[in-house]
């Protein structure tokens, strides 16, 4: 299993992949879930790939971003138990460097349900994944159904923006 950090090294190990390309994106703490999800993308995919990214523009103003759980070395070994051949766990300026101020906003669907009483969570979730399929460039993508109104956020944003990503 090969863990990298920078953008330019996971595309290009990405490029280099037998295809077609497994995505399941996580931001660490890894449970069931997310084996489940591991599982399922490895039968389907000959390369997988997971991510590690607690991404900070998800969180809003009074949600603790630094009490989100992480422990990477447990997180990494549950993903090389399962085979996952790459893991990208790149830096937030890796992923957000200075000066950064592109965002991808759904619109209305990101401002109703949960995101009315989490104003830029979906903006946030929508621009992480956006980069991700952009640096990794998979051909399928696995993403918990916990939560509805996120599931449909990335499979609105996928199609209008015709990322060409089966999720």
Same mark, same amino acid.
């Given at each position: 299993? !090969?863990?990298?950090?920078?953008?330019?090294?996971?595309?290009?190990?990405?490029?280099?992949?037998?295809?077609?390309?497994?995505?399941?994106?996580?931001?660490?703490?890894? $449970?069931?879930?997310?084996?489940?999800?591991?599982?399922?993308?490895?039968?389907?995919?000959?390369?997988? =790939?997971?991510?590690?990214?607690?991404?900070?523009?998800?969180?809003?103003?009074? +949600?603790?971003?630094?009490?989100?759980?992480?422990?990477?070395?447990?997180?990494?070994?549950?993903?090389?138990?399962?085979?996952?051949?790459?893991?990208?766990?790149?830096?937030?300026? +890796?992923?957000?460097?200075?000066?950064?101020?592109?965002?991808?906003?759904? =619109?209305?669907?990101?401002?109703?349900?949960?995101?009315? $009483?989490?104003?830029? $969570?979906?903006?946030?979730?929508?621009?992480?994944?956006?980069?991700?399929?952009?640096?990794?460039?998979?051909?399928? =993508?696995?993403?918990? !159904?916990?939560?509805?109104? !996120?599931?449909?956020?990335?499979?609105?944003?996928?199609?209008?923006?015709?990322?060409?990503? +089966?999720?």
């Amino acid at each position: 299993m !090969q863990v990298i950090k920078s953008r330019r090294q996971m595309t290009a190990a990405c490029r280099a992949a037998n295809r077609p390309l497994g995505l399941v994106p996580t931001m660490g703490a890894l $449970h069931e879930g997310h084996l489940a999800l591991v599982k399922q993308a490895r039968k389907d995919n000959p390369t997988l =790939a997971a991510t590690i990214f607690v991404n900070p523009s998800q969180f809003g103003p009074q +949600e603790d971003l630094s009490a989100y759980p992480r422990n990477l070395d447990r997180d990494l070994e549950l993903l090389r138990e399962e085979g996952v051949d790459l893991v990208f766990t790149p830096s937030v300026e +890796e992923i957000y460097p200075p000066g950064f101020n592109t965002w991808v906003d759904v =619109a209305k669907l990101g401002d109703r349900l949960e995101g009315a $009483h989490r104003p830029g $969570h979906f903006r946030g979730v929508a621009t992480v994944v956006a980069k991700l399929f952009n640096i990794i460039g998979p051909d399928n =993508a696995y993403f918990g !159904q916990k939560d509805g109104q !996120q599931s449909i956020v990335i499979r609105k944003m996928v199609r209008d923006l015709d990322l060409g990503v +089966e999720v």
